[in-house]
């Protein structure tokens, strides 16, 4: 007749591998004695060695989990800083070739705008007909228009090489109270406490027009592609091409304080712009973009 301990034993060992349990009865099965006292001590021993013999064992396991974590963190954070100084050395590059571009087609401007004078006379005195003076004056239209697009892109990448090369000092100053206003050579900054959002910028630009009489001069509004190459959130702000201390930039940014809007003013210049001095109407731009599909405010305009 097989007894309750010959079962046990049976029932431990039948499967391919030994339980664990019976390979721990097996070098713990000397400690027993045929009595009471033995039965007892063995109990004991079994139970102390399945507790766990090796306690530091997981917390430097979870030790090189949060280490294995933060490394990684760490590692995006160098790779995403990586790529925008890559992407900043390129939009220098390519501002220098826009440069030179727009050199050319002032040049060809110059040259169509005396041709069209020259036709207009010409036209005048009925030598030539209004097909060839309408003609010399819609080149003349189009080549303006790429010297205007050249500007506009030249100032946008400026500001844009600014925010980019500012962003580490931004990060590197201390929080602001909201209503908060700090002013130093280089930067001017308010922390408004006013609800904000991009569906205000009619406002600001009613104000601007009616003061000035010509519209503001918006260089970005929300996220543009060139905010998505450098992986900047400006979904919620929009950047305008006024010098802080010009007349112009002090009046809105004096708009702007009264009417709690936060804002921040570049003054200076950083290598590879011409000036990059803007007015950036919203929160800073300092979390990363989300993804490239996050909706484009620029295509709302």
Known sequence: ????????????????????????????????????????????????????????????????????????????????????????????????????LLALHEEQAKRLTAEFQQRRELH???LISRAELDQSEQALIAAT????????????????????????????????????YSESGTLIRFNGAASWSLSDAGKIEKFFSQTFGHDLPISAFGQTLTHD???????????????PDSNEGRSLLSYLRQAGIPFLAFRGAVT???????????????????????PSECCKR
């Open 145 to 180: 228009a790429r010297v205007e697009e050249d500007k506009r892109w030249i100032t946008e990448t400026d500001i844009a090489i600014t925010e980019a090369s500012m962003r580490d000092v931004l990060l590197g100053l201390p929080a602001m109270a909201p209503g908060g």
């Open 1 to 100: 007749m097989i007894q309750r301990g010959d079962a046990e034993m049976i029932r431990l060992t039948t499967s391919d591998r030994p339980h664990k349990l019976y390979r721990m009865f097996c070098s713990l099965a000397p400690l027993a004695r045929p009595d009471p006292l033995g039965a007892i001590a063995l109990g004991v021993a079994i139970f102390f060695s399945t507790m766990n013999p090796h306690p530091a064992n997981a917390q430097e396991k979870k030790s090189k989990v949060t280490g294995g974590s933060s490394v990684r963190s760490s590692s995006a954070a160098s790779e995403l800083a990586r790529l925008r100084a890559d992407v900043i050395e390129k939009m220098k590059e390519s501002r220098a070739g826009t440069k030179k």
């Open 124 to 126: 005048n005195q009925g």
């Open 229 to 243: 190459r450098l992986k900047f959130d400006h979904r919620g702000a929009m950047d305008v091409a006024l010098h």
């Open 272 to 294: 590879g712009a011409a000036t990059g001095a803007h007015i950036h109407i919203g929160r800073p731009s300092l979390k990363t973009a989300v993804t490239a599909e996050s």
